[in-house]
């Protein structure tokens, strides 16, 4: 019976010698009964400078608690077995992350020791630490970014979420892990949204598609990454966006539709040559004659000629270089030469810090109100030449009509004087006189107010 435990344990310590991993036999007070060759080149300690109850004190001390009621679980359940990871100082002086299974072999008469099986995993440590803190960086980086996010797996069943997908979605996370995502919005199927994933789910391709999805009256951009675990989708709210591009438009095709000319210009350059001009509209080529393409990069002032008003000019660059909004009206030239009266607003734009950037300016044909401007003022000084002469003429007459007036009542004053008259006679003169005196006063009243309206007659 001696021999056969004794070959038996010649034959179970050739075993481990030939291990690439190391084992240590402990006995039932933990303490080192043998340390097979790989184990002292694991942890660079032979069994001539190691203590045989020095176990426990080269495990690290935040290991060791830990380790040791596991030892003693072990300890009292034969044939059982456990497994744990933990630190234990190499002859260096580091510490090494060892794996190491435990094993009660005290009732194995070839054997009659805790059997502790390890190898050095702190390289795959290492590994899963550095894999660990990349991935808390993913995922502090997910939860905090202004996209949404969330990963479906080969069943189309999330599996992960974060913040944002919950704020657009509407959904707590209860509501979405683990749910096949068609069951969780049923109805988004059929929508650009489903076929997107759908074609990125099974031609394996990234796909980036625009939707509206009016439960959350929410416009959102879809970018679709397939993987070998299923999907990875990114969901960016667009809806200010859709609406500023619906509002720009809208301001697209006022501009494009309006009867007056838009142009716009760049800010810079007041000198020669002037500001670039960036934009015309279509009525800017009616009005004109000149096409977006014979204008653009080149200054408003090719536009002006002989007889656009300096005077306006100068004002205009005066209010341009002082960023202020300006009305004008002058004289500009088609591209066929034929000279046009412009009315037209000048407004600076501003960027988001307020720096302006550009010029706008609405222009309108107003010649043929200026014309007609013109001819009333035309007829107008017409009227007031021919007022003048009318003026002259009754002053001419006044003074003609009054002379033999001023005689006829003369006249009758001297009748007036004779005592031979009858009484009624008298009385006839009297009125003579007195109407007489009436028309020489109507007459002064004429000549008065002409010389008053016309100083050169006095």
């Not at 994933?197 to 990454?225: G, M």
Request: glycine share 4%; proline share 4%; aromatic share 8%.
């Amino acid at each position: 019976m001696n021999e056969n435990t004794e070959e038996g344990q010649l034959a179970f310590k050739k075993l481990i010698e030939q291990s690439s991993s190391g084992i240590t036999l402990l006995d039932a007070q933990f303490n080192v009964i043998y340390r097979s060759p790989s184990a002292e080149l694991i942890n660079g300690w032979d069994t001539s400078i190691r203590k045989k109850d020095d176990i426990p004190l080269n495990i690290h001390p935040d290991d060791r608690p830990r380790v040791n009621v596991l030892l003693k679980h072990v300890a009292r359940h034969p044939a059982s077995s456990e497994t744990c990871t933990f630190r234990s100082k190499h002859f260096n002086g580091n510490y090494i992350w060892l794996k190491c299974c435990f094993t009660n072999m005290l009732h194995e008469p070839n054997v009659n020791s805790i059997v502790c099986n390890f190898n050095d995993v702190s390289e795959q440590k290492l590994n899963e630490d550095q894999l660990n803190q990349k991935s808390e960086q993913i995922t502090e980086l997910l939860q905090t970014m202004t996209d949404g996010f969330f990963s479906l797996d080969k069943n189309l069943c999330y599996t992960y979420v974060n913040e944002q997908a919950l704020l657009l979605s509407h959904k707590t996370r209860e509501e979405l892990i683990g749910k096949y995502i068609w069951d969780v919005f049923p109805d988004v199927v059929g929508s650009a949204t489903y076929e997107a994933i759908r074609t990125a789910f099974n031609e394996k391709k990234y796909v980036c598609n625009q939707d509206y999805y009016a439960p959350s009256k929410l416009w959102q951009e879809n970018r679709i990454y397939p993987s070998a675990n299923g999907l990875s989708i990114f969901i960016r709210d667009i809806t200010i966006h859709k609406n500023e591009e619906r509002h720009l438009k809208l301001l697209e095709s006022v501009i494009t539709n309006t009867k007056d000319a838009v142009l716009i210009t760049e800010v810079e350059s007041f000198d020669f040559p002037g500001p670039r001009i960036l934009y015309v509209n279509e009525a800017f080529t009616h009005m004109t004659g000149y096409t977006a393409e014979e204008v653009l990069g080149r200054t408003p002032r090719m536009l002006q000629g002989p007889n656009t008003d300096k005077d306006e000019l100068k004002r205009m660059h005066d209010c341009i270089r002082n960023m202020e909004i300006c009305d004008f009206t002058i004289i500009n030239y088609k591209k066929n030469g034929e000279e046009f009266w412009v009315q037209f607003s000048l407004t600076p734009v501003s960027n988001e810090v307020g720096q302006f950037t550009h010029y706008i300016s609405i222009e309108r044909d107003v010649t043929e109100q200026k014309n007609q401007e013109l001819q009333r003022l035309k007829y107008l000084n017409a009227i007031e030449a021919q007022n003048i002469k009318f003026k002259e003429i009754s002053w001419m007459q006044s003074h003609v009509v009054r002379a033999p007036l001023a005689r006829l009542m003369g006249l009758i004053s001297l009748l007036d004087i004779s005592e031979e008259l009858p009484d009624e006679t008298k009385k006839i003169m009297d009125y003579v006189m007195q109407s007489a005196a009436e028309l020489d006063e109507v007459i002064h009243s004429i000549t008065l107010k002409t010389e008053i309206s016309n100083p050169k007659l006095n």
